[in-house]
């Protein structure tokens, strides 16, 4: 009798530990996850500098060092390589350099993100490069979103946006191995600058189809999507109810199975 | 089975005298269960039943509690609706995991109280229970199915009576027929009743009566002109009549194809682009969704329902997927005050396709306004058609 409570008492204190470990791992991840949002970069700066020849001539040797051998000497574009740049403008260069899709790392369906090469001066001295080669579309002085209008942000974005980047800006796939990228990693220069230079195989918006006011909107919009916390607690990726009815069926299930099947081994 | 023959069923008399536990158990015996052990589990009052007691209580305690939890919170907690950029979002976001987390632990609680009355108080019990094991004895089957097929034989349901069974066949196939009807005859109408007003051939694109042509507009109402825009882009637009924004046949998506992108239009359709402008219907031919998933540089649009994939460099042809006919384009032009217009309604029904196997040409008549023809011929590719606005 002793030794049997004995027994009971030691695989309590083992349930109990087991218990405090799992209490632990949840708060740690929550402590992890609130100290990367504090901590996380969210600046962004792009605001175009005091454009002279000298940064131009910068941008210039900054080009003919990395870009020249698919985008030509004189950006007219590389038969099968790369296209001509003529035109392209200082929004297409500061998204595809400050993204790091550019310089081109390797052949492939769609140059993925990745950590940027250049600094913030040298991109901006191969944007004014690039933008003096031809015009082309420009980032405004400033983004800000403070006043933006979230609601009207959120049905521009579900009209022109949600069909490819889906509704809660998790990306999706596109034909031959191209996709549309999730949108949480993006500063908001980065979209605005996607939504003036149509990149890849993005349509462009003109400031006329989506003015200047209506693209803070949108990318009100996508800010408020990311910053979300989801009410149901975890969101499974924001996919929608096809992996949540997974979930719930496999591991509701799987509990419910395991704790029938264990109360029934107990009695 | 033998446990249940070899009991004998008492008398009354016999079970007037019988105490409630000797009746308990002699229910369970006719039932073919033996209760090797049986009994209370503790002395009445003794320390252990009481700390037994204590812990099925502790469980029902806590479910009472968490109910309570789930009233106070839902009664009380600041769950107004905080945008993302609020600070207070997290008080927002908290409110359902908060009810669910308290309901879940109420009913859980509850569950794990009646549980362990079974196993901590309920009487300590070792019940025997006697299976028989396969299928029935021998005589029981066979004794069943002659008794079956007896009555089939003497009803004569199996060789004659022929008049009562196809009538029976007739009475149900009958019911069947009308119980279906009731729901979906409602649904089934002649969609070319019309003639050439039929529902399938207009949309909010056609010109007015008095011959004025529709502008092509945007989500909030206002005219669109070419230099609206830019070279690669998609614009999606509405007939600008009332309600032309909300009709399901209407939404178009207009396109700025680059100027030296080599275009094929399909036959009988040339002239319905405005030089590099190009207006389809939004609405994918396989079962209606909106395709718009746009790739600038391929100039293939996709649906995201089932990947059905339209090349627009090539008059809009189903290059992939399940859908079947092109989306339909539509004819546009640019007005006297410089707007796009829709010179007129689409030649094709919009949208889902199975009314039609090609354009023009149905199995119940023809569009009234456009010739039959044959299946669409696509032009071989080193004859593009001149484009010209």
Redesign the interface.
Same mark, same amino acid.
């Given at each position: 009798m002793q030794a049997h409570s004995g027994g009971r008492f030691r695989r309590r204190s083992k349930a109990l530990r087991r218990v405090t470990g799992l209490v632990g791992l949840v708060l740690a991840l929550a402590v992890l996850g609130v100290g990367y949002s504090a901590f996380a970069p969210t600046g962004n700066s792009a605001a175009a500098g005091p454009v002279d020849a000298e940064t131009i001539a910068h941008g210039k040797s900054l080009f003919d060092t990395s870009c020249i051998s698919c985008h030509g000497a004189n950006l007219e574009g590389v038969d099968g390589k790369g296209p001509s740049l003529i035109g392209a403008g200082q929004a297409a260069v500061y998204f595809q350099l400050a993204t790091g899709r550019m310089p081109a790392k390797a052949n492939g369906a769609q140059m993925p993100r990745a950590i940027p090469v250049f600094n913030q001066q040298d991109i901006d001295a191969i944007a004014a490069y690039v933008q003096s080669m031809g015009g082309g579309a420009q980032l405004p002085g400033s983004i800000d979103i403070a006043n933006a209008d979230l609601a009207k942000g959120a049905e521009l974005y579900r009209l022109n946006c949600a069909s490819c980047h889906n509704f809660t800006g998790k990306g999706g796939a596109l034909s031959q191995g191209k996709y549309a990228p999730p949108l949480n990693q993006a500063t908001n220069t980065e979209i605005y600058a996607a939504m003036l230079s149509g990149p890849e195989n993005m349509p462009t918006f003109s400031d006329a189809q989506l003015t200047p006011t209506e693209k803070l909107d949108i990318i009100k919009y996508v800010r408020a999507s990311n910053d979300t916390i989801s009410p149901g607690g975890y969101d499974l990726g924001g996919f929608g109810p096809a992996p949540e009815g997974l979930i719930a069926f496999l591991v509701g299930m799987g509990v419910i199975v395991s704790i029938t099947l264990w109360s029934g081994s107990r009695s | 089975m033998s446990t249940v023959d070899k009991t004998a069923v008492p008398t009354g008399d016999e079970m007037a005298g019988m105490t409630q536990e000797e009746l308990a158990r002699l229910g369970a015996r006719l039932d073919g269960v033996e209760l090797v052990e049986y009994g209370p589990r503790f002395e009445a009052d003794s320390p252990a039943e009481k700390r037994a007691e204590r812990q099925v209580a502790k469980w029902f305690l806590l479910s009472a509690a968490s109910a309570l939890a789930f009233i106070l919170i839902f009664v009380m907690w600041p769950a107004g609706y905080q945008?993302?950029?609020s600070s207070r979002?997290?008080i927002?976001?908290l409110?359902?995991?908060l009810l669910?987390i308290t309901l879940g632990a109420a009913i859980l609680c509850l569950g794990i109280g009646v549980?362990s009355i079974?196993?901590r108080i309920a009487p300590h019990e070792i019940a025997v229970q006697q299976r028989h094991v396969g299928p029935s004895a021998d005589h029981d089957r066979r004794t069943l199915g002659a008794e079956l097929m007896d009555t089939l034989d003497k009803t004569g349901l199996k060789t004659r009576r022929g008049v009562l069974k196809s009538s029976l066949l007739l009475a149900g196939g009958g019911l069947a027929s009308a119980a279906i009807l009731a729901p979906i005859g409602g649904l089934i109408r002649n969609p070319w009743a019309q003639g050439k007003d039929s529902e399938l051939w207009v949309t909010p694109w056609k010109p007015a009566a008095d011959g004025t042509l529709v502008r092509l507009t945007?989500?909030d109402g206002s005219f669109v002109?070419p230099?609206? %825009?830019? @070279?690669?882009? %998609?614009? @999606?637009v509405f007939p600008g009549v009332p309600g032309g924004a909300t009709a399901s046949d209407a939404a178009v998506m207009l396109f700025r194809l680059r100027p030296n992108e080599p275009i094929r239009v399909r036959t009988g359709q040339d002239g319905f682009n405005y030089g590099e402008f190009f207006a389809f219907s939004k609405i994918c031919t396989h079962v209606g969704c909106?395709v718009?998933?746009?790739?600038?540089?391929?100039g293939?649009v996709?649906c995201?329902c089932h990947q059905s994939?339209f090349d627009i460099h090539d008059g809009a042809k189903p290059v992939?997927g399940p859908a079947t006919r092109p989306l339909p384009q539509l004819p546009i032009s640019v007005d006297q005050e410089g707007y796009f217009v829709a010179v007129h309604d689409f030649i094709e029904p919009v949208g889902p396709g199975f009314w039609e196997s090609f354009q023009g040409s149905t199995p119940w008549g023809s569009h009234p306004e456009v010739q039959p023809q044959p299946k669409p011929v696509f032009p071989p590719f080193g004859q593009l058609p001149k484009e010209n606005p």
């Open positions: - | 945008d993302p950029f979002q997290w927002y976001a409110f359902t995991p669910g549980m079974a196993r945007m989500q002109r230099e609206d %825009l830019a @070279t690669g882009s %998609l614009m @999606t909106p718009s998933l746009y790739e600038d540089q391929t293939r996709l995201p994939q992939f």
